[in-house]
């Protein structure tokens, strides 16, 4: 390929620090961060212009435990969702591969939502055609942001049906299908940027007088399984940090290796991915898909709103920016979060992360269901919610990451890619040996530098044609 025609976006340093940008570029990104010019990509980043990243404490009222339950909010990013991140550095990836071709390739983005619609963002931006492939109950919301976008998609049957079609679309000439299941780039996206945010943060609170500087455990529900590589770099800095993966009570496929379907969606999809490092893993809860819905209902509903600042004391400020960042995955991952705090008796000053992926932009419709078929809220609802789904977790159905677990996870990664989809078990073999994500953890840097030859021979022009 030429690299002339490449639209060259932000390397991962960039995305970790976007105060190492051209100013004059990171002015330009800011005050363009959703239109549809290339320089656009410049804004994947966790943080703000002042360079700290969107986060918020969860009021201790809230989740009733002693240590501070910190989550990063990704509906700052690009789409209003972490998700175009991943997206953009498996396309980004593929284009240094010379895989695909700017104004050639229709790129195909088999997702559950928020992945398909950083494809059609980000795609778009990148000269290229995008055609995103998803399970026809995901929200109506998804489907209306990629066509915003520019985008195409294609309503499937079910995850089985979604991975069906996406092979089917993929061997038809010009089209390249983008696998974030099986793509490191989407892990390197969350170790690099995601897990390094998250431990600059650490630091940062600490300036303020807000813990003890170190993270006792990252919390994430799995769905490619790219979110919680973050936990990989957060644990190289805190050798105490326990991993916690999430999944569904209706799925509950590293629990107990079964499947089924549930409404978390973006996460439970019934295997596990081949990016995810399941040997680093400290324990698996399984969440109940009701009370996480239920969840975001009291969040965003003004009666739920009214109950919490009324009753709880909680500040109008907290609920406000509550029901504007959470999403369902997001009350998942906060309610996983009180469960660990209770399970390891966390005291007082330590630290907990997790992630809200969206928010409720995507989920008006399913609150909307959910009202006409249990009713409007109440005061009397909003405080059975806010007891038992809030401050009544308990530490059931957790599993912890012994030896056994460990290789009883893999070897369920095993049985789908190696023998239902004929991947290479001599590769997967090799991701036992810490080594072999070190490797690929490295690969960032590379990348980088590879990024940053190919702006070099432009004479530092980011984009095809500019100088």
């Not at 983005?109 to 931006?125: D, E, K, L, M, Q």
């Not at 929200?139 to 998609?153: M, N, Q, V």
């Not at 019934?270 to 969040?299: P, Q, S």
């Not at 806010?386 to 893999?410: D, L, M, P, V, Y």
């Amino acid at each position: 390929m030429s690299y002339t025609q490449m639209v060259l976006g932000p390397t991962y340093e960039e995305m970790l620090h976007p105060e190492k940008m051209d100013p004059a570029l990171r002015k330009k990104t800011i005050k363009e961060r959703d239109s549809l010019i290339p320089e656009a990509l410049f804004n994947i980043t966790w943080k703000d212009g002042d360079n700290i990243p969107y986060f918020m404490i969860i009021p201790p009222q809230i989740t009733g435990v002693d240590a501070n339950i910190i989550v990063l909010l990704g509906k700052n990013f690009p789409t209003g969702s972490h998700k175009v991140g991943s997206t953009y550095s498996v396309t980004m990836e593929k284009q240094l591969e010379g895989t695909i071709h700017p104004s050639r390739d229709t790129l195909v983005y088999p997702s559950t939502g928020n992945f398909g619609i950083g494809g059609a963002w980000v795609a778009v931006r990148m000269g290229y055609d995008p055609l995103v492939i998803l399970p026809s109950s995901v929200s109506r919301e998804r489907f209306d942001r990629i066509t915003s976008y520019g985008g195409r998609y294609i309503k499937a049957s079910g995850l089985a049906g979604m991975f069906k079609e996406a092979k089917k679309v993929g061997s038809q000439p010009g089209m390249t299908v983008m696998n974030q299941f099986i793509s490191m780039a989407n892990y390197r996206f969350h170790y690099t940027v995601t897990g390094n945010t998250i431990v600059e943060l650490m630091e940062y609170l600490q300036s303020q007088g807000i813990g003890n500087g170190r993270c006792e455990a990252f919390i994430s529900a799995v769905g490619s399984g790219g979110t919680i590589a973050a936990g990989d770099r957060v644990k190289q800095t805190f050798s105490e940090n326990r991993i916690v993966a999430l999944e569904p009570f209706q799925c509950p496929t590293l629990y107990s290796n079964g499947s089924g379907d549930h409404d978390i969606q973006g996460i439970g999809d019934g295997i596990v991915t081949w990016i995810h490092n399941v040997h680093n893993m400290d324990a698996v809860i399984c969440m109940d898909d009701k009370d996480c819905k239920k969840g975001l209902r009291l969040l965003t509903d003004p009666v739920g709103r009214r109950y919490m600042t009324r009753e709880e004391n909680i500040s109008m400020e907290e609920v406000e920016k509550m029901a504007q960042n959470f999403g369902i995955s997001g009350v998942c991952n906060l309610l996983g979060a009180i469960r660990t705090a209770k399970h390891y008796k966390l005291p007082k000053g330590t630290n907990i992360v997790t992630i809200c992926t969206d928010s409720i932009d995507r989920y008006h419709s399913v609150m909307k269901e959910m009202e006409e078929r249990e009713g409007r809220m109440t005061m009397n609802k909003a405080a059975k919610i806010f007891e038992k789904i809030f401050q009544n977790q308990g530490t059931n159905h957790i599993q912890e990451g012994t030896s056994f677990n460990r290789q009883r996870w893999f070897e369920i990664k095993r049985s789908y890619w190696v023998k239902e989809c004929g991947m290479d078990d001599a590769g997967l073999e090799a991701q036992k040996d810490p080594g072999w994500w070190k490797k690929e953890q490295a690969k960032c840097a590379e990348i980088d530098n590879e990024i940053l030859e190919i702006r070099r021979d432009r004479k530092n022009a980011l984009l095809p044609g500019t100088s």
